[in-house]
């Protein structure tokens, strides 16, 4: 929304996202196309808003780059309603990945490691995405060979069901790897 003062008065206008309407349309020559998908030709703007108006419908720049500019005959607000319809539609076919987090530690002993990889194995079966974090406090940073074994385990024993995105690195005192659910072939 912009702002602009006129007489010491604060007036508002209400932005559409780039589209030009009606008298916003300031060029001298536009290709026009009217509501039912007809090639009108190329003419004035002028000349555009006022068969536009003649119509009562609203006249819509469509391709703004082209030469000359594509404006469109149509009604803005169905228009507008049935865009949004459309982003709405899409939004709802979107799969959401969601990360979920394993932590282990240099140490653990292979019942805890299992109870995690079960764990790794129902997130990965929701399709879920899963990062294993391998944390080494004080001295445990010296064995960061015994941190790649734990994540090679690991990952072995879920290779049924996932694989690899990011294998194991170190960043840090973290070890950080990621797997992702197999896809399954049809």
Same mark, same amino acid.
């Given at each position: 929304?912009? =702002? =602009? $003062?006129?007489?010491r008065r604060c007036y508002t206008i209400k932005e559409n996202k780039g589209t030009q309407l009606n008298e916003e349309i300031r060029d001298k020559e536009?290709?026009?196309?009217? !509501? !039912?998908?007809?090639? *009108?030709?190329?003419?004035? %703007?002028?000349?555009?808003? #006022?068969?536009?108006?003649?119509?009562?419908?609203?006249?819509?720049?469509?391709?703004?780059?082209?030469?000359?500019?594509?404006?469109?005959?149509? !009604?803005?607000?169905?228009?507008? $309603?049935?865009?949004?319809?459309?982003?709405?539609?899409?939004?709802?076919?979107?799969?959401?990945? +969601?990360?979920? &987090?394993?932590? *282990?530690?240099?140490?653990?002993?292979?019942?805890? *490691?299992?109870?995690? /990889?079960?764990? /790794?194995?129902? =997130?990965?079966?929701?399709?879920?995405?899963?990062?294993? +974090? *391998?944390? =080494?406090? %004080?001295?445990?940073?010296?064995?960061?060979?015994?941190?790649?074994?734990?994540?090679?385990?690991?990952?072995?024993?879920? &290779? !049924?069901?996932?694989?690899?995105?990011?294998? #194991?690195?170190?960043? %840090?005192?973290?070890?950080?790897?990621?797997?992702?659910?197999?896809?399954?072939? /049809?």
């Amino acid at each position: 929304m912009r =702002f =602009f $003062y006129f007489n010491r008065r604060c007036y508002t206008i209400k932005e559409n996202k780039g589209t030009q309407l009606n008298e916003e349309i300031r060029d001298k020559e536009v290709r026009l196309v009217s !509501d !039912d998908g007809e090639q *009108l030709g190329v003419m004035s %703007g002028k000349e555009a808003q #006022a068969i536009a108006s003649e119509r009562g419908l609203d006249l819509v720049k469509i391709a703004p780059k082209a030469k000359p500019p594509v404006c469109k005959i149509m !009604d803005y607000g169905k228009f507008k $309603y049935e865009q949004a319809k459309k982003e709405k539609e899409a939004k709802k076919k979107q799969k959401v990945i +969601t990360v979920k &987090e394993v932590r *282990l530690s240099p140490n653990i002993e292979e019942h805890d *490691l299992n109870i995690k /990889a079960n764990q /790794a194995h129902k =997130f990965l079966k929701n399709e879920d995405k899963v990062k294993v +974090t *391998l944390r =080494f406090r %004080g001295r445990e940073m010296k064995n960061t060979q015994k941190g790649h074994e734990i994540m090679e385990k690991f990952r072995k024993t879920l &290779e !049924d069901v996932c694989v690899v995105e990011k294998s #194991a690195k170190l960043e %840090g005192r973290q070890m950080i790897m990621v797997l992702a659910p197999k896809k399954e072939q /049809a």
